[in-house]
T-cell receptor
């Protein structure tokens, strides 16, 4: 299996632009998680899905952030409009059964200028 | 919010020595997991210990869990330069499936 795939790996954009991050979970996994990592706040959960349905989005910072999972093999995290404070590494992870080992993608390093 | 807190924040040892990292958490858990992150890379799962377990081994790794003290430790024996990385503990609560991460311990193993 190829593991969790994220794209792009790096994104540099200007404040106010829309940013879309993409994730393909491991086939057969029914849970998908989006995390954000910064030096100041560490690793934080943004949102997670079970069987394509959002279960907990309490970590989504504000309305500028939205996430979708249109099918079992694809999820997006969108930031519109982006701000410099959104600069971070965004990780996607998937698992099966919930609460078990999570498999992380390589992350998307986002820089908003 | 951060659930786990690792101690120490940074650790520097020589190859062959053992490295011990500690993690404390605040609320009841279903399980506790340890992950490794090499610089600029994603997180790799190391070991999972459930709330009804006290100790677990995997290769050179030994994890303990004390639910009465809400703490866990990760021991890496006979460390190697390749063990240089950040190590995170993460808890899974009884009410949700997301990982709650600590801020990590940065381990440097010098040859």
């Amino acid at each position: 299996d190829a593991g969790v795939i994220q794209s792009p790996r790096h994104e540099v954009t200007e404040m106010g632009q829309e940013v879309t991050l993409r994730c393909k979970p491991i086939s057969g996994h029914d849970y998908l998680f989006w995390y954000r990592q910064t030096m100041m706040r560490g690793l934080e959960l943004l949102i997670y899905f079970n069987n394509n349905v959002p279960i907990d989005d309490s970590g989504m910072p504000e309305d500028r952030f939205s996430a979708k999972m249109p099918n079992a093999s694809f999820s997006t995290l969108k930031i519109q409009p982006s701000e410099p404070r959104d600069s971070a590494v965004y990780f996607c992870a998937s698992t099966t059964g919930g609460g078990e080992t999570q498999y992380f993608g390589p992350g998307t390093r986002l820089l908003v200028l | 919010s951060q659930q786990g807190e690792e101690d120490p924040q940074a650790l520097s040892i020589q190859e062959g020595e053992n490295a011990t990292m500690n993690c404390s958490y605040k609320t009841s858990i279903n399980n506790l997991q340890w992950y490794r992150q090499n610089s600029g890379r994603g997180l790799v799962h190391l070991i999972l210990i459930r709330s009804n377990e006290r100790e677990k081994h995997s290769g050179r790794l030994r994890v303990t869990l004390d639910t009465s003290k809400k703490s866990s430790s990760l021991l890496i024996t006979a460390s190697r330069a390749a063990d240089t990385a950040s190590y995170f503990c993460a808890t899974v609560s009884n009410s949700g499936y997301a990982l709650n991460f600590g801020k990590g311990t940065s381990l440097l193993v010098t040859p």
